[in-house]
């Protein structure tokens, strides 16, 4: 059997994981990271990989008040 890390221990989250993580549509998530120089995406080949911690700090500076 397989270990599974959940979500919250992940660093690294595909768009789907991300969606469900910080509630956000997973179209919202993928407009956001569409840009390839995106700092908080990792490209493995065409697999969007969402980097947790920066992902989260980017949110709270841009839609913080």
């Known amino acids: 059997m397989k270990n599974q890390l959940s979500i919250a221990e992940k660093s690294l989250l595909t768009p789907e994981e991300a969606a ?8 919202k998530i ?3 990271t569409n840009d390839p120089n995106c700092p908080y995406v990792l490209w493995s080949g065409s697999r ?3 980097k947790r ?7 709270y ?3 913080s008040i």
């Open 20 to 27: 469900e993580y910080f509630n956000i549509g997973v179209n």
């Open 30 to 32: 993928r407009s956001m």
């Open 48 to 50: 969007r990989l969402i």
């Open 53 to 59: 911690k920066p992902f989260e700090e980017y949110l």
């Open 61 to 63: 500076k841009t839609y």
